[in-house]
């Protein structure tokens, strides 16, 4: 019989993580949160808020106007769901009694999960799938309920069920194999045009323009119609995180800021509990639960980066970095399935290397902290000189335009970020 994961995946960390606490003499000192300068010291990635604590929620309700909402502390010490992060944003209508019921309904006891509020009043909400049985319609009718109450028109709601809208997890990793094959065979002898049509058949564009294209018909819903939207899918931890991440860099300007980013991939990803342990397969265990989905996000993110240069305030080289981050140990950001593995495994590892524990437990370094990894002269290169603030949609062509849904998506080029990844 194998060795229980969690085991595995304290030794990969031990491995990566003690070597340092030994040297200079450090010992017990904790060299990850000497290295981390924690999350409020005074280089803390442009002070990424990590939507742990109450107070980021609440700050990120009041930054967009959401009244009708309110943070739960349903879920504090985990007691509902180990995926779901312990503070969320839920309608006001519900309280927790309300919450602590409906929990068992939904897959991971994944209750409905608020993830932005647009100024007119509608809502971006994910969940998981509510359990077949006699309580499905009843409890699928009171979240709709309470998520067209917190409108102030009580408008209707658009639910989209990505699992039969988008293609399936094994889809976007096959996609990604082929791309690799295509990338690490000689295939460079080809003429362009075979190369070409190699590449399109590994489908991998094709996956990231469906994304895009399903992401940009939702933000209409809301941008135009003054719909609510719900993201539903059989978890809740894989398509949405992508769809409600482009959703939000659509929408909101304050997103396509380099802080701004971090905070959309820290809330939607890491708080949202997105499996990186598993899609990334970082103890090599199996390669069943492994799908690039993060990376597809980032291409999207590139995809419309070529399309609006002016409109982030980051560039391709911060993207590349970024993804090649998800591969350090040393970080905490990108290592664990969610943030109660996170918990139990920084606790075992402090036990373990005889480390002294703050708080919950160890606080290994964010990867916001770029400081970590480069110096200022580097960093200067996640700055892109064309961007003109975020007071402005976007630009195309010299024209400030806002995103609005063409009737034909622009042609798409495989990134260098994805295309250098997979070779």
Same mark, same amino acid.
């Given at each position: ?10 030794? +990969? ?6 070597? #340092? ?18 999350? @409020? ?12 604590? +109450? ?5 990120? $309700? ?5 009244s009708e909402w309110r943070v739960s502390?349903?879920?504090? @010490? !985990? ?7 312990? !503070?969320?944003?839920?309608?006001? &209508? ?45 409890? /699928? ?20 069920? =990505? ?9 976007? *990793?096959?996609?990604?194999?082929? =791309?690799?094959? #295509?990338?690490?065979? /000689? ?17 991998? %564009?094709? +996956?990231?323009?469906?994304? #895009? ?17 719900? %993201? ?7 398509? &949405? ?57 980032? /291409? ?17 080289? !911060? %993207?590349?970095? =970024? !993804?090649? &981050?998800?591969?350090i140990s040393l970080f905490g950001t ?21 480390? *002294? ?11 916001? @902290? ?12 996640? @700055?892109?000189?064309? +961007? $003109?603030?975020? &007071? ?16 034909? %998506? ?14």
């Amino acid at each position: 019989m194998g060795r229980p994961q969690t085991d595995i995946l304290l030794d +990969y960390t031990l491995s990566c993580c003690l070597p #340092l606490s030994q040297c200079g003499g450090v010992g017990s000192l904790t060299v990850l949160s000497l290295l981390a300068d924690r999350v @409020n010291g005074p280089d803390s990635g442009w002070q990424t808020p990590l939507f742990e604590t +109450y107070a980021d929620w609440d700050r990120e $309700i009041k930054r967009t106007g959401a009244s009708e909402w309110r943070v739960s502390s349903v879920n504090e @010490n !985990y007691i509902t769901s180990t995926s779901l992060p312990e !503070y969320f944003v839920v309608p006001s &209508s519900l309280a927790d009694e309300d919450l602590k019921q409906l929990a068992p309904s939904f897959n991971g006891a994944r209750i409905p999960m608020w993830c932005w509020h647009h100024w007119t009043g509608c809502a971006l909400v994910r969940m998981a799938n509510i359990k077949p049985g006699m309580q499905l319609r009843k409890h /699928d009718r009171r979240i709709l309920q309470a998520i067209a109450q917190s409108h102030p028109e009580k408008s209707g709601v658009f639910k989209s069920d =990505l699992d039969k809208s988008l293609p399936r997890v094994l889809e976007v *990793q096959a996609a990604l194999v082929r =791309l690799k094959q #295509l990338c690490i065979h /000689d295939s460079f002898e080809e003429t362009e045009e075979k190369w070409l049509s190699s590449l399109e058949n590994t489908r991998w %564009l094709e +996956y990231v323009r469906l994304f #895009l294209k399903h992401s940009a018909e939702l933000t209409q819903w809301m941008y135009n119609k003054n719909i609510s939207v719900i %993201l539903q899918e059989e978890e809740g931890r894989d398509l &949405s995180c992508v769809v409600a991440s482009v959703m939000q860099l659509m929408l909101d300007p304050h997103f396509r800021t380099t802080r701004g980013f971090q905070s959309l991939v820290q809330k939607e990803w890491v708080a949202a509990g997105h499996r990186f342990l598993d899609r990334c397969n970082h103890l090599g265990h199996s390669d069943k639960e492994e799908c690039p989905l993060f990376l597809l996000f980032l /291409d999207c993110v590139w995809q419309l980066l070529q399309q609006f240069p002016a409109a982030f305030e980051f560039t391709e080289t !911060y %993207l590349t970095v =970024l !993804y090649d &981050s998800t591969r350090i140990s040393l970080f905490g950001t990108f290592l664990f399935n969610s943030h109660h593995q996170k918990v139990q495994q920084s606790q075992d590892l402090a036990s373990n290397g005889n480390l *002294q524990c703050e708080g919950k437990c160890l606080e290994l370094p964010p990867v916001w @902290n770029w400081s970590l990894q480069f110096t200022d002269k580097d960093l200067t290169l996640f @700055n892109n000189p064309l +961007y $003109i603030g975020k &007071s402005v949609s976007c630009v195309q062509n010299g024209t400030i335009k806002s995103f609005k849904r063409p009737k034909h %998506l622009p042609k798409l080029k495989i990134s260098k970020l994805t295309l250098e990844r997979s070779a």
